[in-house]
């Protein structure tokens, strides 16, 4: 073993005491009192063998680090005469020198072992020297200290301390031998584990990356839906992902063009580059222009440096242009030689700049009849029109209103830190009902506003906004009395209490306040089927 300074053999510090073993003369009663004396016959050269061989195995048997230290010292009490023993390493993320494992070490009115380790422990990890104190007395028994660095390429990782009883006759020497040799075990398994826990890191990491693109892929990044129209809306997702065809993207405001956009992208061979989007509706006439394709200092007033535009921004990667058909005349005819040239001129410039983006546009409107009435241009539309693809409205497609709004419980349900595990049959007949004409955006606000206002585990109707509510506005006018209504009302609550309660009708009553009987009764009233509600 070398120093870790100099590659010198270890430099032993001997502490002053009042008597050092070379120049005690032998107590024998005290070296009768002794169970086995370390190292001293022949025979102790067998049991040293074995002593580390039960080291290497308990270092070898352990998963954690501290685990397999603290198996070591307690073979060094049991087969060493050790009376107390501590082992440091470095904490390499704090640099603090941390006791990992000790045994016998107390605090107590009889002496602070704990403290008098801890120092004889720093000594020597921060000098990388081995440390000895012949002598020591706390006021019970007299004790011989020893403390060996813990050396791995070069640079001292930590220190093994252990505590014998005081024998003037004891080869220290031997000891500290024996105990180098542990150390050195000590510092390999120190080695391993290091190794251990980094690929144990790389490995979560890279499950948990490989979870996260397995869950992206499935879900096609927040698209959500399994009825026939959005397979179909995945199955040309996925068909023009990978190439960089132009695509236009058609629906009603709402039914989540943007998300189409970004699953494309992210699909594609450019998914590591930007995706820059820019909502052509909300810019100003004015700045149209420089917003797509920059401009140069002092093209006009205010313009005090070169900007680069969305163009530019999304080179390599992809441009969203949503609401394209809000376009003037006048954008349409540069965004077309854009497409056409994959090259632009910024605002006050007469440098040609090429460009590699792939444009995804969308639009609500219908682009075939502003072709006829001329307020969009019929070459632009055809360079555009390459790929379609048509999302449908939320109405056509009623079977994912309800995974819908699951997704969108908890994602609220995790921001506002709420228990939701379900929607009443009242709340989920009204959201099924419902035509929405806001499409998935309105249905989102819906449940945003709904878990909001849900005091428990569950969304009822009255949770949900009036034009939900209201006959009216989904279509289903009836005339009713008020015996009727009232009916209809204690039905409702009847079946949600049955499908809280799994079926349970005793349960049920017990929810309601009521009585079984009562809840049997009403049951075969309202031909209510609790077994449909188990589930």
């Not at 016998?104 to 422990?121: F, M, T, V």
């Not at 204690?490 to 009585?515: F, M, Q, V």
Request: some cysteine; glycine content about 8%; proline content about 5%.
């Amino acid at each position: 073993m070398t120093n870790p300074a100099t590659g010198d053999a270890p430099r032993i510090v001997v502490h002053p005491a009042a008597l050092l073993p070379s120049e005690a003369k032998p107590n024998p009663s005290e070296a009768e009192t002794e169970a086995v004396p370390l190292l001293r016959t022949e025979t102790s050269e067998a049991r040293r063998l074995g002593t580390l061989v039960d080291v290497s195995q308990a270092l070898a048997g352990h998963l954690s680090l501290p685990g397999g230290l603290s198996a070591v010292l307690l073979i060094l009490v049991r087969r060493c005469s050790v009376l107390r023993g501590a082992m440091a390493l470095l904490n390499e993320q704090t640099g603090v020198l941390e006791i990992r494992a000790q045994v016998g070490l107390r605090h107590d009115g009889e002496g602070d072992h704990y403290g008098a380790a801890r120092g004889i422990l720093a000594e020597a990890a921060i000098a990388g020297e081995i440390i000895v104190v012949p002598r020591q007395d706390d006021g019970s028994s007299e004790h011989t200290a020893l403390a060996v660095p813990v050396v791995l390429h070069r640079r001292c990782v930590g220190s093994l301390m252990v505590e014998v009883r005081f024998r003037p006759e004891r080869d220290v020497d031997r000891l500290l031998k024996f105990l180098r040799v542990v150390a050195s075990m000590i510092s390999q398994a120190f080695r391993i584990h290091r190794l251990l826990d980094a690929e144990r890191q790389k490995l979560v990491s890279e499950n948990a990356q490989l979870r996260q693109e397995l869950q992206q892929r499935s879900s096609l990044f927040n698209l959500v839906g399994a009825s026939g129209p959005m397979r179909q809306l995945y199955e040309s997702v996925a068909r023009v992902a990978g190439s960089n065809t132009t695509v236009l993207i058609l629906g009603e405001s709402g039914t989540g063009k943007e998300l189409v956009a970004q699953a494309i992208h992210l699909h594609s061979a450019r998914s590591k580059q930007p995706f820059i989007k820019v909502n052509c509706a909300a810019l100003p006439e004015t700045l149209v222009e420089s917003e797509l394709f920059g401009y140069e200092r002092g093209a006009f007033t205010g313009a005090v440096q070169r900007k680069k535009g969305r163009f530019e921004l999304a080179n390599g990667g992809t441009l969203f242009l949503d609401e394209i058909g809000e376009l003037s005349p006048a954008t349409q005819v540069k965004l077309l030689r854009v497409l056409q040239e994959r090259e632009f001129e910024r605002v006050g410039g007469t440098e040609s700049v090429p460009v590699d983006v792939r444009v995804i546009a969308a639009t609500n409107r219908d682009l075939e009849k502003a072709l006829a009435d001329a307020s969009f241009r019929e070459d632009l539309y055809y360079r555009l029109n390459v790929f379609p693809i048509f999302i449908p409205p939320l109405r056509s497609r009623k079977a994912d209103v309800l995974p819908l709004a699951d997704h969108f419980i908890e994602k609220y349900a995790r921001e506002q830190g709420k228990s939701i595990r379900r929607i009443s049959t009242p709340a989920i007949d009204l959201l099924s009902g419902y035509h929405w004409p806001g499409n998935v955006r309105e249905l989102e606000n819906t449940i945003e506003r709904a878990v909001l206002l849900a005091d428990g585990e569950v969304i009822h109707g009255y949770h949900l906004p009036p034009t939900l509510q209201t006959a009216a506005t989904t279509g289903t006018v009836v005339s009713t009395s008020l015996d009727g209504a009232v009916e209809a009302f204690e039905r409702s609550l009847i079946e949600d209490a049955l499908k809280t309660t799994l079926g349970n009708r005793s349960r049920a009553a017990r929810l309601l306040g009521t009585t079984q009987r009562v809840i049997s009764y009403k049951v075969r009233k309202y031909g209510i089927d609790p077994a449909r509600l188990k589930s």
